[in-house]
Every structure is written in structure tokens, then in C-alpha cells.
């Protein structure tokens, strides 16, 4: 197997079908959760990532804990994004108790960086997650519809439930405003005016200030 570089952001090799994981996950309920279902390797010094899907693209993963104790995450995210190695895709804890830090990781993952970002109830649902990545990759790399390029938009299931998450923004609402706006650059910057044209006064309002807060 590859090592890291001292940044730790790759290349590892990842056999087909397989998931390299950070050492610190062994026993846990996430990786408990694909045992049986993928071919799951433990290796140390992997940090910052989680867990490795294939050569070119990861996982980060935050808990509920790394929520409420700060914004120590910030760090290891930048780290991923800024490796040229690297497509990372975060998925977040969102509980009762995260609940209310979860906006701010939201806005700094997918406005500031641009990365993919996905909330999960618990690891038991991010084990699932992975395991449709790996199944995904199994099929077809090329056509994996959960990774893209840096700079391309997010691929529409991450992009979609990121939109939702929007105060006033259901399914129908994020699906008519990616139809109008695709990527969440677009979104972000469009006028309130334009907004109101797909999704009335109220929502358009919330949803500019959703993003004009941000910044």
C-alpha cells in the first residue's frame, strides 16, 4: 500500500470495492456498519481524512462532537481542499444536539470551499452512504455520480439536499431553483428579484439572506 505524504492527503492505493480507513475508526459503529458489505482496510497516519474511497477521492467525517467542541474541523477540511490529490466529500453529523452549529460548517464547507457536503442522523446512515459511493465506484469510476472535479458544481444528490437546508426551501422549491440556478455559485449570487421569479416574496428573501449572511 502507498503511504501518505507528510500533509496526508494521498495518494493511497485503494484496491477496487474496497475503503481505506483511518486507524481511529476501528470498532466504531460506522465501520461495524460496512463490515460484510465492502472490503474495509485500517491503516494509520491518514489524517486528515477518514476514510479513503479510491486513490482520488475521500471522506471527512464530523461528529457531533467535533461540532460542539469548536471549529477545529475547518482545518483538516482546507487541507483536503486545497490538495490538488484530492475530491474530498464531508459528511456532517446533524442531531439534536449539533443541530444548531450545523449552518455554520454547512456555509463554510459548501460556499467558502466548495466542497460536497451531506448531513447524516448517525453512522450507522454514513456507513450506508459509503457503502453506495464504493458500489458506485465498483461499477463504473467514471461515472460515479456522488465525485466530480474541484471546480465543478456539486453533483446533484449532495447539491440538492444542500439547497433544502435553506430556511423556507423544500424538495420542490430546490429542484425548481437548481433547474433556473445549477450550481450553488449561481444561487448564491443571484438577486432577490430573479429568486421571486421561481419562488415567490417570502422564500426569495430567505433564501438571500441565507447566503448574503454568509459572507
Not at 492505493?13 to 456498519?33: F, I, T, Y
Not at 463490515?35 to 477521492?57: H, M, N, T
Request: charged letters at 20%; glycine letters at 6%.
Amino acid at each position: 500500500m502507498d503511504r501518505n505524504p507528510p500533509d496526508g492527503t494521498g495518494p493511497v492505493h485503494v484496491p477496487l470495492g474496497h475503503v481505506v480507513a483511518n486507524e481511529k475508526w476501528r470498532g466504531s459503529q460506522l465501520a461495524q456498519g460496512m463490515q460484510g458489505k465492502i472490503k474495509l482496510v485500517f491503516e494509520d497516519g491518514l489524517a486528515p481524512v477518514d476514510f479513503y474511497l479510491s486513490v482520488r477521492s475521500c471522506i471527512l467525517y464530523i461528529t457531533e462532537a467535533d461540532l460542539v467542541a469548536g471549529n477545529s474541523y475547518r482545518k483538516r477540511l482546507v487541507r483536503v481542499r486545497n490538495s490538488s490529490n484530492l475530491q474530498g466529500i464531508v459528511l456532517v453529523e446533524k442531531t439534536p444536539t449539533s443541530e444548531q452549529y450545523f449552518p455554520a460548517i454547512q456555509k463554510f464547507t459548501v460556499l467558502d470551499l466548495g466542497m460536497a457536503l451531506l448531513p447524516v442522523a448517525s453512522q450507522i446512515e454514513a456507513s450506508c452512504i459509503i457503502i453506495q459511493l464504493v458500489q458506485e465506484q465498483t461499477k463504473e469510476p467514471s461515472k460515479n455520480p456522488f465525485l466530480r472535479k474541484k471546480q465543478a458544481q456539486l453533483s446533484e444528490p449532495f447539491l440538492l439536499r444542500t439547497v433544502q437546508q435553506i430556511p423556507g426551501v423544500g424538495k420542490v422549491k430546490a429542484s425548481l431553483l437548481l433547474q433556473k440556478f445549477p450550481s450553488i455559485q449561481q444561487l448564491s449570487n443571484t438577486s432577490i428579484q430573479e429568486l421571486e421569479q421561481v419562488v415567490g416574496q417570502a422564500a426569495a428573501q430567505q433564501i438571500h439572506a441565507f447566503f448574503t449572511q454568509s459572507r
